[in-house]
């Protein structure tokens, strides 16, 4: 099977769209992912996946924190900014969380240390351990077959 047909295959399940976020020297990092997950109630875990050559990787390693931010359906430029499809670095609005940079008015954000991490492939997958939660009430962002979507 080649690279192509694996990736659309992938593309066909609905996913929410979040921004990973993390502060290393007082400058704050992010990347937009849908690879993230719950992991365990006792203790609160989740996994997020990132690419070995991404940039972030690099940003978690060393500051061994990260908040996932969930977006909300009127967040779709804070996921292309973080996704480097617009050049507009004031899209996003960060407010502290935990000690942590998040996305303000994200429909929820989650701040871990690093917990556990493993090379799988081309990815590395970091189990957070979860500090904090905090919602909010909106409809969610969503992601399918390469294209954002809203669930009505």
Do not use: W
């Amino acid at each position: 099977m080649d690279e192509r047909l694996f990736r659309t295959a992938m593309s066909k399940f609905t996913t929410g769209v979040t921004v990973i976020t993390t502060e290393v020297d007082g400058d704050i990092h992010g990347m937009t992912a849908n690879a993230f997950m719950s992991v365990s109630l006792d203790p609160k875990l989740v996994l997020i996946s990132v690419g070995n050559r991404a940039k972030m990787k690099g940003y978690i390693d060393l500051s061994s924190t990260f908040a996932v931010n969930l977006l909300s359906r009127s967040q779709e430029n804070v996921s292309k900014q973080f996704a480097g499809q617009i050049n507009d670095k004031n899209t996003a609005v960060f407010t502290e969380f935990s000690g942590l940079p998040v996305i303000d008015k994200a429909l929820a954000s989650i701040a871990c240390d690093v917990h556990d991490t493993t090379i799988q492939g081309d990815h590395t997958l970091y189990i957070g351990k979860v500090r904090d939660v905090v919602v909010t009430d909106a409809e969610p962002l969503t992601f399918y077959s390469g294209n954002y979507g809203m669930i009505s």
